[in-house]
């Protein structure tokens, strides 16, 4: 039993050299943005640069790569503001009572999902919601996400009666926008739902081909992306720290930071703009 | 094909009246067996081709492979010396923990513990972790150190018990199990354990990298990014520095240098955040339970889990299972007729080739061969299942065809085709179907990692309950994963015992990769 008791005792000391190197107190916050992730971490430093000199305290950006992922770290207090997506944000606020949402992007007021489909699925763009869509296959982009997700499957059940996987023949999940429009461009997927801003953005890089992919509606709008910040904010960082944050980030105008989210500008917010996002999640069963 | 050929081989040889040709032959039995199960499976496994014009995207795919192209050098160099940090470490404290749990591996208990914990895949293990350590290095190198801790004590336990027990009756009888292990059988399997610690760093390497999926800044972290979002000369680089980490491992990894390179890969390692003993407990006593019996609604608690049962996870266990009994076969088939391209006998000097060939294959994650296959074949199982048979053949072939060059040459041996099917693929086969046995388990393991194809197995469900932060179904799922990784590797190991084929034979198969 003394082997075993050094090799524990080993596995302890691993253990604990790693968890040594421990940081310090600072202000951490990440963000995923719904589009281009390439040079995370040098865009985002340069916001954490920004407000740090705005705020006065220590600022580092950490970063992540799934909206569950962002949640946990909110949760573990391991960052204390998240750039969330309009579900993950709700999932994040029921996790940390207090939390709050401070500021969303200025698109975020009026977002949108675009429902596009490849010319093989002959289905032609229309103002109401395409019911021809039904038995093609269909996909889906990221599985916590709200304009690839929540709200396409929302308007799917609300106008098909039926779940995506009763509905459609194939139901993928292509875990991005982008991969969402290359399946469906190519055809491997015949529908596909798809942030519009991540849309518009390849249509004018010529990434997108309108011969082959065209968007066959659009859903309502709804809130999306937003600031959320823990509840504790003030006691750790001084009072007045949840106001002097919020005006730092609605008063950002430079552009090459705002262009990390990538947003316009961003603008007041608070929990109960994501009422109907929260009403919409329990109506399909994606939050308890 | 397999089975075609031997039962060829086996006619060809005598075919007498009354002759009943699965009489007495194991091996064949099992292979048909199997190969007839898999047909009869197929229905089952939806394998639908839709059509598709993937034109465009293979066209950017395959000029992004040629042209490879990175913007940030540094954080490439800072990935990859992650990846290799990751893995280094975890590599060490799974061999250390792996080496105990050997020595009292007789044990049921300490068996049955090694079994669960390399039954759930290092993914599951990180993001269960994720939920207690964070985004930390602790999550990364625990996530590959458990799983091959239960790897490493059932390879090392196995391999002591096969050295000769002789110089160990010399002992005084008082000396400890510790001594005897450390001066008789240690010795021994030195060679053994080397080797075996020098292949599984080279899986660590990939599992570390796969890390980086879920956020752990590895190579796999710029890698996802880069692939999802179509830059594919950026993905491409970073697929290029796997491959030339992987290749150059021989030229670097020396065992006077490890303590060294361990000391620099702690001091690599990105920093952890303190883990916050609130939030373990929270997890373990609130998150993983569902929320009525945390109510205290027991009556309620059955029902769902009782609900969960039929509607999830009896269906997803058994189509997890028929689509990694097409792949094993798949597998196998693929397997042995690409062994020859990277054996020694059968390609001459035009080995080498062959072995960069098969690296690749067993190296590129199955992500990006099922997403190519997608855009291909369209959404079904059938990406998936060519995915899982071009990976793991990759890698059994490069064993087979390293097993086949330690083969003896007869003098006058034949060659080229008569060479591949009369005298090499019958010598090897034994071992081609160890390998296959053992890496059943794997290969079910790994259909987890397809949801992209809305293929819905057991592994589909899990990432669904992560994404969903629905952690007590995720828990629920992944003990049955783990129980049903369990049932089939005690499965494959009556199946190789049938067979005559000595469970230390894959152990040692996988051996013969060292220098």
Redesign the interface.
């Known amino acids: 039993m ?3 008791r050094l ?1 524990t005792a ?2 302890a000391i ?2 604990l ?3 040594l ?3 310090a107190a600072t202000f951490t916050f990440t963000a995923i943005p719904d ?8 865009r985002f430093n340069r916001v954490a640069a920004y407000l740090e000199f705005e705020l006065g305290v220590p600022v580092k950006y ?8 962002a ?3 909110f ?4 960052v204390q503001l998240a750039w969330f997506g309009g579900l993950s944000g709700v ?1 994040a606020r029921l ?1 940390v009572p207090n939390s709050q949402a401070i500021a969303q992007g200025y698109e975020d007021q009026f977002f949108k999902t675009y429902f596009i489909a490849h010319k ?1 699925a002959n289905v032609e763009p229309s103002t109401e919601f395409p019911k021809a869509i039904a038995g093609k ?1 269909f ?1 889906f982009g ?3 996400s709200t304009s690839g997700r929540l709200m396409p499957e929302f308007y799917i059940r609300e106008n098909l009666k039926q779940s995506p996987q009763e509905a459609f023949e ?7 926008h ?2 969402t429009i ?2 469906v ?5 015949q529908v596909g739902a798809v942030n519009y801003l991540v849309w518009e953005t390849e249509l004018a890089a010529g ?1 997108v ?1 309108p011969s ?1 992919v065209k968007v066959i509606w659009e859903t309502p709008n709804y809130p999306d992306y937003q600031w959320t910040l823990r509840g504790d904010a003030d006691q750790v960082y001084g009072k007045g720290f949840t106001k002097k944050l919020r005006n730092a980030l609605l008063n950002m105008k430079d552009k090459s930071l705002l262009k990390a989210f990538p947003r316009k500008s961003f603008v007041a917010a608070k929990n109960d703009d994501y009422k109907a996002i929260e009403d919409t999640a329990r109506a399909i069963d ?1 939050l ?1 | 094909m397999a089975t075609d050929s031997r039962q060829a081989v086996a006619k060809s040889v005598s075919a007498p009246p009354r002759y009943n040709l699965l009489r007495g032959r194991p091996w064949l039995q099992v292979c048909g067996g199997f190969f007839l199960l898999a047909l009869a499976l197929l229905p089952f496994a939806d394998l639908k081709v ?5 034109g ?2 293979l066209l950017r795919i395959a000029l992004g492979v040629i042209t490879p192209n990175w ?2 050098w540094p ?1 490439l160099g800072q990935a990859l010396l992650q990846t290799v940090s990751f893995a280094l ?1 975890a590599v060490v ?1 799974s061999v ?2 792996g080496f ?1 749990l050997a ?2 591996f007789h044990a049921r208990s300490v068996r049955v513990f090694c079994a669960s914990i390399r039954a759930v895949h290092e993914l599951f293990w990180a993001l269960i972790l ?2 207690v ?6 999550t990364g ?2 996530a590959i150190a458990i799983p091959y801790a239960g790897i490493f004590a059932k390879v090392f336990a196995e391999i002591l018990e096969q050295q000769a027990p002789l110089p160990q009756h010399a002992l005084a009888p008082s000396s ?3 001594s005897r292990w450390l001066y008789t059988r240690l010795p021994q399997a030195w060679p053994q354990i080397v080797a075996y610690t020098r292949y599984r760093f080279e899986c660590a390497l990939r599992s570390s990298t796969i890390l980086g ?3 752990l ?1 590895t190579l796999g ?1 710029y890698f ?3 692939f ?4 594919y000369s ?1 993905a491409a680089c970073l697929l290029w520095a796997l491959f030339a980490l992987i290749a150059s491992l021989r030229y670097w990894l020396h065992a006077k240098l490890i303590p060294l390179y361990v000391i620099i890969a ?1 001091w690599l ?1 990105p ?6 003993g609130q ?1 373990f407990w929270q997890f373990i006593s609130h998150d993983i339970w569902p ?1 009525t019996l945390q109510q205290g609604l027991l009556w309620e608690t059955v029902q769902w889990y009782g609900s969960q049962l039929w509607t999830t996870l009896l269906p997803a266990a058994g189509y997890t299972l028929v689509l990694s009994l097409i792949a094993l076969v798949l597998t196998g088939i693929l397997a042995t007729l690409i062994y020859p391209i990277a054996s020694r006998p059968l390609a001459g000097r035009g080995a080498f080739i062959g072995h960069g060939a098969l690296l690749m294959l067993r190296s590129t994650p199955e992500m990006v061969l099922a ?1 190519v296959l ?2 291909v074949c ?3 199982a059938l990406p998936a299942l060519l995915a899982l048979a071009i990976h793991n053949s990759g890698l059994i072939g490069y064993l087979v065809a390293r097993a086949s060059d330690e083969l003896p040459q007869r003098i006058d041996a034949c060659r080229g085709f008569n060479l591949y099917s009369y005298q090499i693929t019958p010598q090897i086969f034994p071992y081609l179907l160890t390998l296959l046995l053992y890496r059943w388990e794997v290969i079910m393991r790994e259909t987890a990692i397809l ?4 293929v819905t197995t057991l592994g589909f469900y899990v ?2 309950a ?5 952690y007590d179904k995720a828990l629920l799922l992944v003990v049955v994963a783990a129980l049903l990784n369990i049932a089939v590797d005690f499965f494959a190991r009556q199946t190789r015992r049938y067979c005559g084929l000595s469970e230390s034979r894959a152990v040692f198969s996988e051996l013969k990769l060292k220098r």
């Open positions: 003394k082997q075993l090799l080993l596995a691993f253990t050299l790693l968890s190197q421990a940081t589009e281009d992730e390439s040079r995370l971490v040098e950490i970063p992540v790569k799934s909206y569950a992922a949640i946990t770290a949760r573990n207090n391991q999932q996790a093989n296959t996909t990221s599985k916590g194939r139901v993928g999940f292509s875990g991005d982008s991969a290359a399946q461009q190519s055809g491997a997927y990434k081909d082959k994606l308890q | 839709y059509p598709s014009e993937p465009q995207e913007y940030d954080a470490i404290i250390v923990v105990g020595l009292i994720m939920q350590f964070g985004l930390s290095a602790t190198v625990l400890s199990l510790l999926f879920i956020g800044p972290f996802e990014t880069a999802k979002q179509g830059q950026q702690f390692l920093e952890s955040a303190p883990v916050n939030y929320r997403f997608l855009l369209g959404p079904s949801g992209i194809l809305g990432d669904s992560f994404a969903e932060i629905r």
